[in-house]
Nanobody, 125 residues
């Protein structure tokens, strides 16, 4: 089992920045793929960015590439999402998720085994 606990989020005006953190616990796996998804009201859950635990190379959605940065601290079992130049369309509940296999660009929400409780990000215009 993997437990994921998110923190961060909140409200910001367009053009502003926010940071999210996700702490993993309750497992012994040395390798997995994890990242962030988001879900806006009335929309499907979409992948924002994912990264394998053994690499610094992340896979980003085209809608956030160049604005969001995904990083991790394996010693702290913590995943970070720095969100800059935020837009109103970034408003959503953001979820941390883990998949116990290799990362690849085609991964979708249905592939991920473990989820955090979600944290709200609201960007006003």
């Amino acid at each position: 089992q993997v437990q994921l606990v998110e923190s961060g989020g909140g409200s910001v005006q367009a053009g502003g920045s926010l940071g999210l953190s996700c702490v993993a616990s309750g497992y012994t796996y040395s390798y997995y793929c994890w990242g962030w998804f988001r879900q806006a009201p009335g929309k499907e859950r979409e992948r924002v960015a994912v990264i394998p635990t053994d690499s610094s190379v992340a896979f980003y959605a085209s809608s956030v590439k160049g604005r969001f940065t995904l990083s991790q601290d394996n010693a702290k079992k913590t995943l970070y999402l720095q969100m800059n130049s935020l837009k109103p369309e970034d408003t959503a509940v953001y979820y941390c998720a883990a998949y116990l296999e290799h990362c690849y660009t085609g991964l979708s929400a249905s592939d991920f085994n473990y989820w955090g409780q979600g944290t709200q990000v609201t960007v006003s215009s």
